[in-house]
């Protein structure tokens, strides 16, 4: 079972997802948490200020706001004041060891990869001993492990870690005598290297890390808690009578995350596929609607559409030239300098007569990769390159 931010927002959130917990403990569970809502962002946002200004007056302002926010959610979510006390000792460690990480930072005036990976940890480290104490408040037996200490190790790639070979089973050595007795809290989106460097896996990663141990531990299904219902036809905000899809195949869950869906991103579905597990899309807030059921296949269906979605903040890169037709190799002459100037292509076509190639990056980086094409493109094979920026790009999926 994983819980998103929204799911456990503020102690009468963690209160009932505590709660909902209880409801399956028929069940051997481990629960995998993300940080509170917006801790995260919060957290990344204050340490490129203070690393840009070096004001160490916003370090202890932003310390204290965590600390009050924490502390706030631990006293409403948890009624045992012995797993109270213990809750907050924990609480106090985690924000002394931030609070040193952060001046550091501050007076250094510089914020790496891997030091940015060390301040996002601390969503996850302060969110899980909340749900675990929230947990062992209603006689729940339960205790909170790191990504490490549930066996997840990493390469050194910061900010998008990828797990080494042999994590599922250190996650088996860790967690399969542990969910006998208890049940496990697992911070989310973050591991460590080899060396005991804290790293995290990226956008999706707390989805990723409950996927991981799903797939690990051989789970019957993985349940991901959201603030929506299952997976929809469309984003209700823009369609208001989307509703919810009841059954999908992988495939079209990964495309529609993809294609701008933010249900759930598409590694979270990576490591179920490997044995075929049942992932369940929730709603932690109306726990009894069925949600969606993701699954291998699935038979085509009378409607040919099962949804559509769209991704925003997008530009189109149109490139042409009679230089082009018949020249070998200038799509991949565009990958390789869009790649070099680290650049992601969303999208690419080109028309049957090789003369033109339209590619789709994110708006943010259109200059950027303008620039590397026609810095790549000196030679005249490509006559004219226009941009069109602030576009949207409209997916239909359907296994029809």
Request: aromatic share 4%; glycine share 8%.
């Amino acid at each position: 079972m994983k819980f998103g931010g929204a799911s456990i927002a503020d102690g009468e959130k963690i209160k009932w997802v505590a709660e909902l917990i209880n409801r399956h403990r028929d069940h051997e569970l481990v629960v995998v948490t993300s940080a509170l809502k917006n801790v995260t962002d919060h957290l990344l946002e204050q340490a490129d200020m203070v690393t840009d200004a070096g004001d160490i007056e916003a370090v202890r302002e932003l310390i204290a706001h965590l600390r009050d926010v924490h502390y706030r959610a631990a006293h409403v979510a948890i009624n045992n004041e012995i797993a109270l006390n213990q809750v907050l000792g924990e609480l106090d460690s985690r924000i002394r060891e931030l609070e040193q990480a952060l001046t550091g930072i501050c007076y250094l005036g510089e914020l790496t990869p891997r030091s940015s990976d060390y301040i996002s940890s601390y969503g996850e480290l302060l969110s899980a001993p909340i749900l675990s104490g929230a947990l062992r408040s209603i006689g729940i037996s339960s205790t909170h492990l790191t990504g490490r200490e549930a066996g997840i190790i990493t390469n050194r790639e910061y900010g998008a870690a990828k797990p080494l070979e042999g994590t599922n089973e250190r996650i088996r050595e860790s967690l399969l005598p542990l969910i006998r007795e208890c049940v496990p809290v697992v911070t989310g989106f973050i591991a460590e290297n080899e060396s005991g460097i804290p790293t995290t896996l990226g956008r999706g990663g707390s989805d990723f890390s409950a996927s991981l141990i799903g797939d690990a531990i051989n789970a019957d299904e993985i349940w991901f808690w959201k603030e929506v219902s299952g997976i929809m036809t469309a984003d209700p905000e823009i369609v208001p009578d989307a509703r919810n899809i009841p059954l999908i195949s992988y495939i079209e869950v990964m495309e529609l995350s993809y294609f701008g869906a933010k249900v759930l991103h598409p590694r979270a579905i990576e490591p179920a596929i490997r044995n075929d597990l049942p992932v369940r899309v929730l709603n932690t807030f109306d726990p009894d609607f069925t949600g969606t059921l993701v699954v291998k296949e699935q038979e085509q269906g009378k409607e040919v559409v099962k949804a559509v979605t769209v991704i925003e903040n997008i530009a189109l890169i149109n490139i042409s030239g009679a230089g082009m037709v018949g020249t070998i190799g200038v799509a991949a002459r565009v990958f390789g300098a869009l790649a070099n100037a680290g650049v992601n292509i969303t999208m690419i076509s080109q028309g049957s007569s090789e003369a033109n190639i339209s590619i789709v990056v994110e708006e943010s980086h259109l200059n950027i990769a303008a620039d590397a094409i026609r810095s790549e493109f000196k030679n005249g094979v490509i006559r004219e390159l226009t941009m069109n920026p602030d576009v949207s790009a409209v997916a239909v999926v359907g296994a029809g």
